[in-house]
T-cell receptor, first 112, second 110 residues
């Protein structure tokens, strides 16, 4: 039982490049989330998907897009990367909104 | 806005010591979760505790929802307890998403 799997684990981008972070869960959870973690800022919600077919903005959505591909997969896309998007990105899932969260191992992204 | 405050921000312990971490939240919550981020960056869910007390080995947590705080107790600390401890509050509403505190960084010395 893998839980929440994120790929890639590390990535370096040049300013203006695009990329997609992948997230998949095998726990049959309905809700999925993308957070970013910056030093001294804790974790901040970027986007979430309460259930398959729905997505909504969180606290810091600018510069990002998401796709809930199916119940298992929730991807995060950076269309034109900026140095301010250098961060560690975490995907999480829960059975439903308000239930216990399980996090992936994170993606460390550097934009130069 | 909604606030989740943790104290202390940093804590250094000798192995074997006990500690209490505190989480205050500014409004009534639907649930409260505690996480441990280990030195390799992994976030592990320790407790889902909207109210009352739960125990898991050397760790226990208590949430007093009416007074808007939660406590995480670590007894007989070990070096593997080192890392950052986050609490996160779910205020419900249309989003029902977790708002994280900034964490308590714990270092346990051998």
């Amino acid at each position: 039982n893998a839980g929440v799997t994120q790929t890639p684990k590390f990535q370096v981008l040049k300013t203006g490049q695009s990329m997609t972070l992948q997230c998949a869960q095998d726990m049959n959870h309905n809700s999925m989330y993308w957070y970013r973690q910056d030093p001294g800022m804790g974790l901040r919600l970027i986007y979430y998907s309460a259930s398959e077919g729905t997505t909504d903005k969180g606290e810091v959505p600018n510069g990002y897009n998401v796709s809930r591909l199916n119940k298992r997969e929730f991807s995060l896309r950076l269309e034109s990367a900026a140095p301010s998007q250098t961060s560690v990105y975490f995907c999480a899932s829960s059975e439903r909104q308000g239930s216990r969260y399980t996090f992936g191992s994170g993606t460390r992204l550097t934009v130069v | 806005g909604i606030q989740v405050e943790q104290s202390p921000p940093d804590l250094i312990l000798q192995e074997g010591a006990n500690s209490t971490l505190r989480c205050n939240f500014s409004d009534s919550v639907n649930n409260l979760q505690w996480f441990h981020q280990n030195p390799w960056g992994q976030l592990i869910n320790l407790f889902y505790i909207p109210s009352g007390t739960k125990q898991n080995g050397r760790l226990s947590a208590t949430t007093v929802a009416t007074e808007r705080y939660s406590l995480l107790y670590i007894s007989s600390s070990q070096t593997t307890d080192s890392g950052v401890y986050f609490c996160a509050a779910d205020y419900g509403g249309s989003q029902g998403n977790l708002i994280f505190g900034k964490g308590t960084k714990l270092s346990v010395k051998p």
